[in-house]
């Protein structure tokens, strides 16, 4: 804006002017006036309008268009200013002057209600906000709890009908099961050296395991041949054009918010240079064709994205074909693609790609976590730009569980640096962690449905709200079984050598007593193992295991009373227990504890290997930390061999699972084999998340 000279005022800017003229008063349109984004957009919602002067109020729902109206529905912004502008908005909804509205609420109660009293003018007593807890905490029953919202019931109430918005977009196998429509699964392979079948195999393994059966797969590369054409029609449009810069130049361009020095060349110029690249004649890294959008834009996802880019392997000189050795001096060879071979020499982005293709295959719902949100301005600018069908599109927040991190970031870190032992380490929260771990998909789709759909991004679930889902599932299909982790050896001397009883030990907690498949058999003999912590020299009142001279209960069998220690080298050596047993059980002891006896006389149990998992990371949210990394928890994994386990667990194979009794629920790992099972533990017996389940 032109500055007058000092005694001398200058006429106001033609955009100054034009903003005035619908009303804006001196501060508002000089303000917009100061801000280029906001002259650019309010400018051409005036000329939409096709006004040069209106009412106040006319006006002033026109600058809120301009500087408040979403970019991803910018195809509607025409309908809504002929509407603003023919003053129907104003008379079905007058929200443009509020003191209008309050006037006339107003008149409208006082009809109604009368005229205030003296009590209506007492002001109530404001309610103090406390402040929303970022971690969610532990919660105890109330006495009367408030009927639960729809979308607690129905977590995908929050999404619009198919019907109700046709815009929408692929959102998940859940909203797509739960509105009777399909979900497809689609591998966006736009990087040709990241694609590897053994990862597109185990993605559709595990997406079928959890429960969901996609509709269709596909994959990115299917529509190589139309996301090309629809980047000749971009050029043509003049809304793209190939760069020349280098990485580097472009962030430094984007962070001054620059144009490249090539954005303004001939569309024909970029065509061609767009065909070379197609033919593989333009070398890696020396072009890409970059949309043309807005550089000044504060939304860095829309300075001018890269829609393609060439990618080289390295060249292979020790070729036995020597012709081929021989024009490898003079040509470039590119990276074939494993799904779409070696037909293509360049490669769209996924912010080009992904849009698109969405709209080529009619997706309806499409949902991303929320770090996508800043895109969508980009998403909706191509497919208006080539004027596509718009798919509608929904930012969710992350799940964020305690004492772990959840960034392929961050995990990918903890895989490759060693600091776990790969992707299905039963430690992780991956899919194929958890699935290793013993962790069914139902217990994770009743867990994933409790936390409902939400845009807050700070929330923190607690690991044992999980936890709490995977012990409701496992107690109704894992079956009782008895371990001893570290056996002490214990001699009932009062019990004939080589004799063996059979008793019944129960498969589940509550089995009744007619149904003999609810059993399983175990065997007492003059040698049994117990845990060495279940044992104690000096005995005290709140201690219910074994002591000298004390008696307990052997689970399913007899009380036995501590008769004899036998030492070895020194008192903290204790290699033998010698008790007594009641087999008229009279004896009622309070403690009880799990035992595994010998098959038969020197023989000993059935040894497994046991796998003890804790909380990966000490602290509850580690991605706070700096030094994440040096949060990791020492003790998360604990390897014991040489357990000893009842004969029920002989046959176990791969996907059992059991609980073994007063230790928690565990799994059959795939490192098993013929000579040796391995157990990985799920998760404890211990609720800590709350006897009365989630709120």
């Known amino acids: 804006m032109a500055t007058g000279e000092a005694g001398g005022k200058a006429a106001p800017s033609p955009e100054l002017a034009l903003f005035l003229a619908i009303g804006l008063d001196q501060r508002t349109a000089e303000n917009a006036v100061a801000n280029r984004k906001v002259t650019a957009n309010l400018t051409a919602v005036i000329a939409e309008a096709g006004v040069s002067g209106c009412d106040k109020s006319v006006g002033n729902l026109l600058y809120t268009v301009a500087t408040k109206y979403p970019a991803n529905a910018l195809l509607h912004r025409p309908v809504v200013i002929k509407y603003i502008v023919s003053s129907k908005v104003r008379k079905w909804h007058p929200w443009g002057d509020a003191k209008f509205i309050k006037e006339e609420i107003d008149k409208r109660l006082t009809e109604i209600l009368g005229p205030k009293t003296e009590a209506d003018n007492v002001k109530p007593m404001k309610k103090k906000k406390e402040k929303p807890a970022k971690v969610e905490e532990k919660k105890t029953a109330a006495a009367a709890p408030a009927p639960p919202a729809e979308e607690e019931l129905n977590p995908y109430s929050i999404f619009p009908q198919p019907e109700e918005n046709l815009k929408a977009m692929?959102?998940?196998?859940?909203?797509?099961?739960?509105?009777?429509?399909?979900?497809?699964?689609?591998?966006?392979?736009?990087?040709?050296?990241?694609?590897k079948k053994e990862y597109i195999d185990h993605i559709q393994e595990i997406v079928r395991w959890m429960g969901w059966e996609p509709y269709k797969v596909t994959y990115t590369s299917d529509y190589?041949?139309?996301?090309?054409?629809?980047?000749?029609?971009?050029?043509?449009?003049?809304?793209?054009?190939?760069?020349?810069?280098?990485?580097?130049?472009?962030?430094?361009?984007r962070e001054k918010q620059m144009n490249s020095p090539w954005r303004d060349r001939p569309i024909e110029e970029s065509l061609k240079l767009f065909e070379d690249m197609r033919h593989g004649l333009i070398a890696e890294g020396k072009a890409t064709l970059r949309m043309k959008q807005d550089m000044q834009n504060d939304n860095k996802n829309m300075a001018d994205l890269i829609a393609y880019a060439t990618l080289r392997m390295k060249q292979d000189m020790q070729n036995d074909n020597k012709n081929m050795a021989d024009l490898i001096a003079y040509r470039i060879k590119f990276t074939p693609h494993p799904h779409a071979g070696d037909k293509w020499f360049i490669y769209p982005s996924y912010d080009y790609a992904h849009c698109l293709v969405d709209s080529l295959e009619n997706i309806t719902h499409s949902l991303c976590s929320l770090e996508f949100d800043i895109r969508r301005p980009s998403y909706y600018w191509l497919l208006v730009a080539l004027d596509q069908y718009q798919p509608y599109v929904w930012e969710y927040s992350r799940l964020n569980i305690s004492n772990n991190v959840m960034s392929k970031r961050k995990l990918n870190r903890l895989v490759t640096e060693k600091w776990v032992d790969g992707w299905d380490d039963p430690r992780l929260l991956t899919l194929a962690g958890l699935r290793r771990r013993g962790v069914s998909s139902t217990a994770i789709n009743s867990f994933i449905r409790g936390m409902g759909i939400t845009r807050s991004d700070n929330s923190l679930i607690r690991i044992e709200r999980l936890e709490y889902h995977i012990r409701e599932e496992l107690n109704k299909v894992a079956p009782c079984a008895m371990v001893v982790l570290h056996p002490l050896k214990v001699v009932i001397t009062n019990l004939d050598y080589g004799t063996i009883i059979d008793l019944d030990a129960k498969k589940w907690p509550d089995a009744p007593g007619d149904d003999a498949s609810a059993y399983y058999k175990v065997q007492f003999s003059r040698t049994v193992y117990i845990e060495q912590s279940d044992f104690r020299v000096k005995d005290s009142k709140d201690y219910y295991g074994l002591a000298p001279g004390k008696t307990v209960l052997l689970r399913y069998a007899f009380p036995i009373k501590c008769t004899e220690v036998i030492y070895g080298d020194n008192s903290d050596n204790i290699i033998e227990i010698r008790a007594e047993y009641d087999p008229s059980k009279a004896t009622k002891p309070k403690g009880v504890l799990h035992w595994v006896a010998e098959p038969s006389p020197g023989v000993d149990p059935l040894k497994v290997e046991v796998?003890?998992?804790?909380?990966?990371?000490?602290?509850?949210?580690?991605?706070?930390?700096?030094?994440?990394?040096?949060?990791?928890?020492?003790?998360?994994?604990?390897?014991?061999?040489?357990?000893?386990?009842?004969?029920?667990?002989?046959?176990?194979?791969?996907?059992?699972?059991?609980q073994f009794e007063r230790l928690g629920y565990f799994a059959v790992d795939s490192d098993s084999t013929p000579e040796e099972l391995v157990f990985n533990r799920t998760v404890t017996l211990r609720d800590s998340y709350g006897k009365v389940g989630p709120k």
Do not use: M
Request: negative net charge.
């Open 170 to 195: 692929f959102i998940d196998f859940g909203l797509a099961k739960e509105r009777n429509g399909h979900c497809y699964l689609r591998f966006d392979d736009t990087n040709p050296e990241a694609e």
């Open 611 to 658: 796998r003890l998992f804790e909380k990966l990371f000490i602290s509850e949210n580690p991605v706070e930390l700096e030094d994440w990394l040096g949060d990791l928890n020492p003790r998360s994994k604990e390897v014991i061999k040489g357990a000893y386990a009842v004969p029920l667990l002989a046959t176990a194979v791969l996907g059992n699972k059991f």
């Open 224 to 253: 190589f041949q139309e996301l090309y054409e629809l980047g000749i029609c971009l050029i043509n449009k003049g809304l793209a054009y190939v760069d020349h810069q280098t990485p580097e130049e472009i962030k430094e361009y």
